[in-house]
């Protein structure tokens, strides 16, 4: 099992910098065409529900995980962040997209994302 670790500005300056990494990750795991840009995509959703009500408040810390048939992404968010509204759009196309999506909460208040994409190598 591979792991990278990236550790950004809770600030949407940093999306694209998620995003790429994102990409580079899920290529290297050999998903297809298609599941790269859901990805994409998802990290992008995924980014914006963390930050969406405390920008440049601390950072986000987000952990690649691949393994033989799965890559898991952790995004963890700020401290002090209020609970994730799961009533938006991106919270619906954020679950489309993944398959497997959870949500914890830290002991200081931070908000925790693990996505789940299964590996299904490319032709």
Same mark, same amino acid.
Not at 4 to 16: E, F, N, T
């Given at each position: 099992m591979a792991t990278?670790? =990236? %550790? #950004? *500005? +809770?600030? *949407? &300056?940093? #999306? @694209?910098l998620i995003r790429s990494?994102? @990409?580079h #990750?899920? +290529? %290297? +795991? &050999? =998903?297809t065409v298609e599941q790269i840009d &859901? =990805? %994409? =995509? +998802?990290v992008d959703e995924a980014f914006a529900l963390l930050i969406a009500h405390n920008p440049n408040l601390g950072d986000v810390s987000v952990t690649f995980e691949v393994a033989? &048939?799965? $890559?898991?992404?952790? $995004?963890l968010g700020p401290d002090g962040s209020p609970e994730l509204d799961r009533s938006t759009f991106a919270w619906t196309v954020l679950q489309a997209l993944v398959a497997d999506l959870q949500v914890t909460a830290t002991p200081s208040g931070a908000s925790a994302l693990h996505l789940v994409t299964k590996v299904v190598a490319s032709a």
């Open positions: 990278i670790h =990236l %550790r #950004v *500005p +809770a600030h *949407p &300056d940093y #999306v @694209g990494t994102a @990409g #990750v899920a +290529a %290297r +795991a &050999d =998903l &859901d =990805l %994409r =995509l +998802a033989a &048939d799965t $890559l898991s992404i952790n $995004l």
